[in-house]
């Protein structure tokens, strides 16, 4: 493999990796801010041993994500030095603004809130997650600024060989809006399956019920708001993608001719090598022009329209895109099962359903990486689309052997961190909340 190949494998996988503990981390802080607001708001006890057992989850995941992040923007110098001199100017600055602003926020608030127990008041405690729950989704909206820019590069000049920023306030485009939104609702869909993943182990073992009930039910309900918000986002963001990245939404529809008033296949499957698909069944009329376009009529672009050297993997793309919208809509369904029983209180006595929100605990992850499978290899052969291309913005002074030696130094230490973060979470999770002096006392009341 040459140069480029292994660059593009080695910034996957670490990115693979990182994003193993970022998802989770959106959605267990605004849980746990939730859990301990209504601790402030009822002073009933349950909602504080909820926020400390979730609580000592998120730090563990929220440690150990810190860690990965840091490594991975050392291969923007080691790896792509190219990108880095041609569009550092426009790509840093939310960066630095990332790494100044919000990650300092969650952090000084997150070592308030470990602590803070007893030191400050109720309310204040409370304020301190809720800090660090905002200033993490804040992080997430620099790096989706950054990331949204090379997908749909905007409010810049070529200067001198490079990329000048003339307009900082056109980052903001309406594109990194919908890419922000939909990714921040993709992580809190991960924090609330593994709130519900854990309390429903509990329930199957009949232990600390009314504690993982409460807390299914707090995360039932957050599923149910943000899978079908997500659903509406999604549609969103693809109008965006079909405006700004024609060949991505060929590519995901496998949508080989131009075409106004284009159907959509509910069974497809591409043919990349005969530029056609293999197969093609079941149309529903207009329909693909309709949620590209939002046009009955409109006209969607074919992959034949663009220069094969410009088309990105179509099958790859195609099939992570298909099983990700799959799987949003599992998870709204999921969702909508989960609170109905768990507002009916029949949680307990549904085996079946509560086995499959165990097994469930990793497919949002999955789903996460299904879309920026469709993000990332759906903008190739562009690193920044349309400017410039994946080959010429790899560094030019380092050899494949080199490139060998950082990709295995990097797996085998981001392996031992997902090893750790795995066996940390798991272990804690398993144990259950620990009991507090007062509960203790009613339970020794209660058996006396």
């Keep these: 493999m040459d140069v480029v190949t292994l660059s593009r494998i080695q910034f996957a996988m670490t990115a693979m990796f990182h994003f193993i503990f970022v998802p989770l981390t959106l959605g267990l802080s605004i849980l746990v801010a939730i859990m301990e607001t209504l601790y402030v708001k009822t002073g009933n006890e349950l909602y504080l041993r909820m926020t400390k057992f979730w609580g000592k989850l998120f730090l563990i995941n929220f440690a150990l994500g810190v860690v990965t992040g840091i490594t991975m923007e050392f291969q923007f110098g080691m790896n792509w030095a190219e990108y880095s001199k041609y569009v550092g100017d426009i790509f840093g600055a939310p960066l630095a603004i990332e790494a100044t602003l919000a990650f300092f926020l969650e952090s000084t608030f997150l070592g308030i809130w470990i602590f803070g127990w007893k030191k400050i008041s109720k309310k204040a405690h409370a304020f301190a997650i809720w800090m660090v729950a905002i200033g993490s989704n804040i992080s997430a909206l620099w790096i989706l600024v950054a990331n949204a820019w090379m997908q749909h590069p905007v409010g810049y000049v070529l200067r001198n060989g490079r990329a000048e920023m003339t307009n900082f306030f056109a980052l903001f485009s309406s594109y990194a809006i919908t890419k922000f939104f939909h990714q921040i609702l993709a992580g809190y869909t991960v924090g609330a399956f593994f709130v519900m993943g ?20 707090i995360a039932a309900t957050f599923a ?3 899978a079908f918000a997500e659903i509406v986002v999604g549609d969103w963001h693809a109008y965006e993608v079909a405006k700004t990245q024609p060949t991505k939404l060929a590519a995901m529809e496998s949508h080989w001719e131009t075409q106004k008033g284009a159907p959509m296949y509910l ?3 591409p043919n990349e090598a005969k530029e056609k698909n293999a197969i093609e069944l079941l149309p529903i009329p207009k329909l693909l022009s309709f949620l590209a376009i939002h046009d009955f009529n409109g006209e969607v672009k074919g992959l ?3 220069p094969k050297d410009e088309r990105p993997p179509v099958l790859i793309t195609f099939l992570s895109f298909r099983l990700m919208v799959g799987l949003g809509m599992l998870f709204a369904l999921l969702a ?20 499959i929100m ?3 605990i990793p497919i949002p992850y999955i789903a996460n990486f299904l879309g920026w499978t469709v993000a990332e290899v759906g903008r190739q052969p562009w690193i920044v689309y349309g400017v410039l291309k994946t080959a010429d913005a790899v560094s030019k002074s380092i050899s494949t052997s080199q490139v060998w030696m950082s990709l ?8 031992l961190l997902g090893v750790i973060d795995i066996y940390l979470l798991t272990k804690y999770a398993k144990k259950g909340p620990e009991e507090s002096a007062i509960s203790a006392k009613k339970a020794e009341a209660v058996t006396a």
């Design 198 to 217: 854990v309390s429903a182990y509990h329930l199957l073992r009949k232990s600390n019920l009314e504690f993982f009930k409460k807390s299914f039910k």
């Design 267 to 269: 069974l497809v499957f």
């Design 408 to 415: 295995f130094g990097f797996v085998a230490f981001y392996s």
């Design 224 to 226: 149910l708001i943000v």
């Design 304 to 306: 034949k329209d663009f």
């Design 336 to 355: 909508l099962i989960g609170f109905y029983l768990s507002k009916k209180d029949k949680l307990v006595d549904t085996t079946l359903f509560l086995k």
């Design 358 to 360: 165990l097994y469930m």
